[in-house]
């Protein structure tokens, strides 16, 4: 089965500093991984996703992740925070026709 | 454009009375739809799942039920709603050639 792993609940960072959020996942094969993000009260909207294709994938807001297949990792990364990226985030893994969500990482941006 | 609506936004009910929750997508025919609960603290768990007119798949044995009498409508439903029924309900819509599903903007269901 597949599934991901989000290693931290919380983060904090400081407006204009760089933004680590840690994945690992676990899959059987190649797996197909994304990252949403959920503001208050809002939908999930989609961030970025790797689907085989280059390893670093460029997502929206200047969110990018890599995927490590030797680490089976999938960390998502921004090189400086901005207000508006506090937010839930919350790494999947495609599993067939269903996706299966890690708990999310609340990111909090401070000024 | 691809647009999917939920209705109610949010919706206060008593324990033991029933739901109904709508979604509705416009802009594709036949899409596969998702129901998701968010529940406080937690990630998304799958509830059910459809591919068509009639076709329901349920993840998670529990009070609820799900129906699909039109090709761009999902109903959500329970007879008699239970406290832990509380939660933020997500419809989706799946992109099956890229493995990736679009979100509605939600309703938040409190059970009281």
């Known amino acids: 089965a597949q599934s991901v792993t989000q290693l931290d609940s919380h983060v904090s960072v400081s407006e204009g500093t760089p933004v680590l959020l840690r994945c690992n996942y676990s899959?059987?094969?190649?797996?197909?991984l994304f990252w949403y993000v959920q503001h208050p009260n809002k939908g999930l909207q989609l961030l970025l996703k790797?689907?085989?294709?280059?390893?670093l994938v460029k997502g929206i807001n200047g969110f990018e992740a890599e995927f490590k297949k030797s680490e089976t990792s999938f960390h998502l990364t921004k090189p400086s925070a901005h207000m508006s990226d506090a937010a839930e985030y919350f790494c999947?893994?495609?599993?067939?026709?269903?996706?299966?969500f890690g708990k999310g990482t609340s990111l909090l941006v401070t000024p | 454009s691809q647009t999917i609506h939920q209705w109610p936004a949010t919706l206060v009910q008593p324990v033991g009375s029933p739901l109904s929750l709508e979604c509705t997508v416009e802009g594709t025919s036949n899409p596969n739809l998702y129901w998701y609960r968010q529940a406080a603290g937690r990630g998304l768990q799958l509830l059910f799942y459809s591919v068509g007119i009639g076709q329901i798949s349920s993840e998670v044995p529990q009070n609820l039920s799900a129906s699909r009498p039109q090709d761009r409508q999902f109903i959500l439903s329970s007879k008699k709603l239970l406290l832990s029924d509380s939660g933020f309900y997500l419809c989706?819509?799946?992109?099956?050639?890229?493995?990736?599903?679009?979100f509605g903007p939600g309703t938040r269901l409190t059970v009281l």
């Open positions: 790797y689907t085989s294709a280059a390893t």
């Open positions: 999947v893994v495609s599993s067939g026709y269903a996706l299966n």
């Open positions: 989706a819509r799946g992109r099956e050639a890229l493995n990736e599903q679009f």
């Open positions: 899959s059987s094969y190649s797996p197909s």
